[in-house]
C-alpha cells in the first residue's frame, strides 16, 4: 500500500501537513460539546437527587434511562456543533457523494491536503450530508479514542472521590452507551439504503420501539440540515431543536460557512424499506 492509499483511509491522516491553521482551531467548538454536555450531566443528577426514590433499585432504573436520553443529548450536541463549524473558504464547496470519493479527496485532492487537520476533520464529518452511506471510516475505533480516555478519567474522579457516586453511575452509563452511537446512526441509514432484512432484526424492533434511531427521525436531518441532530435513538431532539432555534434567532449560526450540500443531493429521500421492499416484491413478480 503506498502513502497515498494509506491517507486515504483515515480522516485524521495530515496532521503533518503543512497549513497555516492555528493549532487552536478546534478550542471553541470542543470546549462547547464538552462544557454542554457537563452541563447536560449535572443538570440530570441534580434533578435526580431531588426525588425520593421508593428504592435504590428504582434509583438506578431512573439512572439508566436519564444515561440513555443524555447519550442522545450529547449525541446531537456533538453532531450540532460540527455540523455548524467552518471547514474553510477551499474545503466548503467541496462536495463528495460516495465513500470512494470521500477517500479519494483525502487521497489526492489540492485543497484537501493544503487544509489544516481542524477543517479536515470538520470537512469529513459534512461530508456524512451527501455521503451518508456506508460510513466512510471505522466509527467505532474512532469513538473508541475519544469514548475510552473519558471512561478512564470518570473512573480515577470517582475513585479520588471528586466524583459523587450517583454522577459516577450516570457517566459511566452514559459513556458506555457513547461506543454504540455511530452504530445506531448507521443501522439507521442501512435500514434506507438496504431495507430492513438487512438488519439483525432485535435491531429492527429496537428502532421500531424508537429505543435506537430510526431512519424516519433521522431522514429530516438529512433533508434540511438543520434539525434532528440527536443520532443515538432521537429522544433529546425536541429539547436540541429548541435550543437550535434559539441559536438561529439569536445569529449565534451562520449557515454560509458550513460545506455546501447543492439542494439535488438529497440521499435520504429514497424510499422508505417497507416501500422498497414492495418494489422489489413487484419486480421479482414481473
Ligand atoms: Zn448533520
Ligand atoms: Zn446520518
Redesign the pocket.
Known sequence: MNKTDRDARSAFASLTSSHDEPATAGLVPCALIYGGSCLAVRAATLALGCVPWPSFAARLAAEAAAAVLLVDLVSGIL??V??YCDPGPALRSLVARSKDAVHRTRGSDARYRAAGPWQQLVWN??S??AAPFPEHDDQLRELSLLVTPLLACTALQYAAGWLAPAAARVWAGLLALGYGVQASHFWAHQRVHLGAASLPPLVARLQDARLLLHPDVHRK??QT?DTN?CIFNGWANPLLNALFRLAVRRGWVDRSCVLQVPPEVSPEVSPPDEQRERSVGHAKGG
Open positions: 453532531h450540532l460540527l455540523d464529518f459534512q456524512h450530508h436531518h438529512h440540515f441532530f
